[in-house]
């Protein structure tokens, strides 16, 4: 889920579709992909902190690029937009799927 040019309509799409398919507060697994670097992973994860998220990183096979996935319980589609939203602005260079 790289952010689109036109990232307003898309996140207003996805918070859409949120709350068609899930009962909110809901568990939701938010998944980036980051070079691999100590401190981009440190980063996306500190964005979860004191926040009962469970996180799994996994290297490429060729080391280049880690994929984080966080599975944290949201209150409802607005905060699982805003979470998105506060990665993308501060570490460099995520992807969002």
Do not use: C
């Amino acid at each position: 889920m790289s952010t689109p040019p036109n990232s307003d309509e898309f996140y207003e799409k996805l918070k859409s579709q949120l709350y068609d398919t899930a009962l909110w507060p809901s568990e939701y697994l938010y998944k980036f992909i980051v070079t691999t670097n100590t401190v981009k992973i440190a980063k996306t994860e500190a964005l979860f902190d004191n926040m009962g998220a469970v996180i799994n990183t996994k290297a490429s096979k060729n080391g280049k690029y880690t994929s984080i996935s966080i599975n944290v319980l949201m209150r409802n589609p607005d905060a699982v937009i805003a979470k998105y939203k506060e990665v993308a602005e501060k570490i460099e260079g995520v992807i969002s799927l």
